[in-house]
């Protein structure tokens, strides 16, 4: 058993073992509360794919995992059907679970707050990547949303709004703007299967719009 665990720990980083330990002990606990005494598949994949994100993006530390705590406790909420209780609330009053599922969004969401202000326990040099990596991500985020809305339309590398009458045209620039990002991210210390990650991850989303409209 102790060959098998440290296996485990030197195949994944402890950020991926503490956010999955994590997201199953919450998810007990909510599966108690709602008088179902086992684990939902769906928590258990929510459960991998937030520690994965977590282990692959490598922008969490130890020092942080109260803060994967409050976000996984606040997705997990989802499960305890929290528009069901805020109607149970009103029509029957307040009972434990309706006090939880109203109380522990607030709680959670103050505490990120608290986390990710408060200089004591986030260093100035950590909260500067953060920014750094937060502005690239959301510049990417932002090229995406336009692309997905006219495929002639994307937010170029210098946020300046382009819009091309052929549409090869603008799909070339859009892998362009990619390689940009993944440029950026290989100097912020991704990996390139990180990198690979969030191309796929942005195919997807592609995908999944298109099947939508």
Known sequence: MGIILKYIIKRFSINFL????????????????????TI???NVSMG???SF????????SISAFPIIVYISLIILLFDLHIKNEYLSFLTSGLNPTSLLAILLPVVGIACLVYFFLNDR??????????????????????????????????LGADSTIYHYEDIDDAN??????????????V???????????????????????????
């Open 172 to 185: 070339m620039q859009m892998k362009n703007f990619e390689m940009y990002v993944c440029g950026m991210m």
């Open 121 to 154: 326990v986030l260093p100035a040099a950590s909260r500067e990547v953060d920014r750094l990596l937060v502005f690239e991500f959301k510049r990417f985020t932002a090229s995406w949303t336009y692309f997905y809305r006219d495929r002639n339309w994307f």
């Open 40 to 42: 939902s598949q769906s």
């Open 53 to 60: 994100l977590f282990n692959k993006f490598e922008v969490v």
């Open 18 to 37: 503490l956010t999955l330990f994590a997201v199953l002990l919450l998810s007990f606990l909510i599966d108690t509360i709602e008088s179902s005494k």
């Open 187 to 213: 100097q912020r210390g991704f990996s390139f299967l990180t990198i690979s990650d969030i191309l796929e991850t942005g195919h997807i989303l592609q995908t999944i719009y298109e099947s939508i409209v």
């Open 48 to 50: 991998v794919v937030l």
